[in-house]
């Protein structure tokens, strides 16, 4: 199938880019494709894509480094993570260790500084130094490290074991887990809630979401949500949490506004593609941009409206996306 080099969600004139890059990783395909945001006339949010580029087995996972220059791919399956310049649109080097197996979820440092990449199938978080590809750290956790999230502080690295039932608490000064955080079946995505009130987890085997108070290792509040709660992400102008449901091919949101209700699963729901994955929010924060594995394509969700735009071709089976 051949992907168009530029994708509008109306027939309305063109009339900007808007700064960023939006990177989808092709899991089939072995390849990313590097998309530029575009603005149409009437407001509406668009994509142009600049480049497919091949990378490692399996990509799987991505994240974009905080000045936007360089992005990291996680090859789920090799031991590697391919180094792409945003700038000249290919792969400027690649981090490689052998016993980095089944690398999946990555994150990066407040200043760019350093890599964290989950072993999936080594019960290991690897951590590289950005300057130079040294790893500086292998880092013990539970069984099939999935994602990552630091804390405001960057002093503590959280983990959610897909083979477990708890969320590691690592202290970055000696990578050492000092907490486990109950959770329940395959505990996945992670998120912070406005100024840091709670850790909202997603347990996908489970279809729920808790949050717990920071300092705290068991939920304060369980959430029900719809099957396979893949991703997490707040979106704070609204106070409203976006969940992916896998299963059910949607887009739900919770409630996340200071009240008796808060993190209960509101009714509404954005119809996606089908096996939704992926979610990143534009570097303009005007929309979100969402994966669908078993459709081949990446749907433009319109945050003004509240709504789904067009879905647009990608590679085969597209997994992570990331956005700056």
């Known amino acids: 199938m051949r992907i168009p080099t530029l994708v509008l969600i109306a027939a309305a004139p063109l009339v900007a880019a808007a700064a960023g890059h939006i990177v989808v990783a092709n899991s089939a395909d072995a390849t990313v494709s590097i998309y530029e945001p575009f603005v149409i006339t009437n407001g509406d949010p668009g994509l142009k894509l600049l480049k497919v580029v091949p990378v490692g087995k399996t990509p799987n996972e991505v994240c974009i480094s905080p000045d936007g220059k360089r992005a990291f791919v996680s090859n789920r399956g090799e031991t590697t993570v391919s180094v792409?310049?945003?700038?000249?649109?290919?792969?400027?080097?690649?981090l490689s260790d052998p016993e980095m197996k089944n690398p999946d979820g990555c994150l990066l440092n407040r200043d760019g500084s350093r890599l964290y990449v989950a072993a999936a199938a080594n019960e290991s978080v690897f951590v590289f130094s950005t300057a130079d590809g040294r790893k500086l750290a292998r880092i013990k956790t539970g069984g099939e490290p999935r994602r990552l999230l630091l804390s405001e502080d960057e002093r503590r690295l959280y983990v959610a074991n897909g083979d477990e039932r708890y969320v590691s608490v690592i202290d970055l000064a000696d990578n050492h887990e000092t907490a486990r955080i109950r959770a329940g079946r395959d505990p996945r995505s992670m998120v912070w809630t406005a100024g840091g009130k709670y850790l909202a987890v997603s347990n996908v085997s489970d279809d729920t979401i808790e949050f717990v108070a920071p300092g705290e290792t068991t939920p304060e509040y369980v959430v029900g949500v719809p099957r396979s709660p893949q991703r997490l992400l707040v979106y704070q102008p609204k106070e409203i949490l976006f969940i992916i449901g896998r299963y059910d091919n949607?887009?739900?949101?919770?409630d996340l506004r200071q009240t008796k209700k808060f993190g209960r699963f509101l009714s509404a729901t954005v119809p996606l593609g089908r096996a939704p994955w992926g979610l990143a929010i534009s570097p303009a924060g005007d929309c979100l941009y969402v994966t669908n594995t078993a459709d081949n394509t990446l749907t433009i969700v319109d945050l003004r409206l509240m709504r789904a735009g067009p879905s647009i071709p990608t590679g085969k089976s597209p997994l992570g996306v990331a956005a700056r």
Do not use: I, K
């Not at 792409?84 to 690649?94: E, G, I, K, R, Y």
């Not at 949607?250 to 919770?254: K, S, T």
């Open 250 to 254: 949607v887009l739900a949101m919770a």
């Open 84 to 94: 792409l310049d945003l700038a000249a649109l290919s792969v400027a080097s690649t």
